[in-house]
């Protein structure tokens, strides 16, 4: 089942703060988020992991609710390079696969 | 090598021709995952790899599509009898293992069929 992202799409200025969500009706073991510009591959933010480990990009920050099955990425003071589409990429106890979510794009004005 | 290669960056097929696409993971990763993103722009998976074997195939459209890793080869991807709705962005991506590393995407292969 794939997981389920909100807001489908946001518009920041420069500075401004963002929070991208991500839900999942499965039991997760992890959480990996992505950011795709726009005819490039996606780029690696930050894995959540069931009991708290996280490893990921200094200026990006998530959450990982485990028992609602629900993580959140934080875009604080917004600059011109994040915009993109971000996609959360969850992966169950069993098997390898990441499902993605359907995408939000981001993007910050000057 | 450090990056995930895709070849070729862009295909065209008329329907009812072959496509086949080559990913070569970065060396020292055991898990090949191939995606196939729409205009929609989402991620449907395909297929994964642990080494040259099926590691799991649930998203392959079994009639058309087949994939392989075999050793000291890229892997690929290939497609039967390309029908229209196959036009789309093929990635593949790499990782050492799957619980607590990141997969890193190619740059994925834009097939067009005609």
């Known amino acids: 089942q794939q997981p389920v992202q909100s807001p489908q799409a946001v518009i920041l200025r420069e500075g401004e703060d963002a929070v991208i969500n991500c839900s999942s009706s499965k039991a997760l073991y992890s959480v990996h988020w992505y950011r795709q510009k726009h005819g490039e591959a996606p780029v690696f933010l930050m894995i959540?992991?069931?009991?708290?480990e996280q490893k990921g990009h200094d200026k990006i920050s998530a959450s990982f609710n485990e028992k609602k099955q629900q993580s959140s990425l934080y875009l604080t003071a917004s600059q011109l390079s994040y915009s993109g589409t971000y996609f959360c990429?969850?992966?169950?106890?069993?098997?390898?696969?990441?499902?993605f979510g359907g995408g939000t794009r981001v993007l910050v004005k000057p | 090598g450090e990056e995930v290669a895709q070849t070729p960056k862009h295909l065209v097929r008329g329907e009812g021709q072959k496509a086949k696409l080559y990913c070569a993971p970065i060396?020292?990763?055991?898990?090949v995952f191939w995606y196939q993103q729409v205009l929609k722009n989402e991620f449907k998976f395909l297929i994964s790899f642990q080494n040259e074997n099926v590691f799991d195939e649930t998203g392959m459209p079994k009639e058309r599509f087949s994939a392989k890793c075999l050793p000291n080869s890229p892997c690929s991807l290939e497609i039967q009898a390309t029908k229209l709705e196959d036009s789309a962005v093929y990635f593949c991506?790499?990782?050492?293992?799957?619980?607590?590393?990141?997969?890193?995407f190619g740059q994925g292969t834009r097939l067009t069929v005609v």
């Open positions: 060396k020292g990763h055991s898990y």
């Open positions: 991506a790499s990782s050492q293992v799957t619980d607590h590393t990141e997969a890193f």
């Open positions: 990429g969850t992966r169950g106890a069993a098997g390898n696969k990441l499902t």
């Open positions: 959540l992991l069931k009991g708290g």
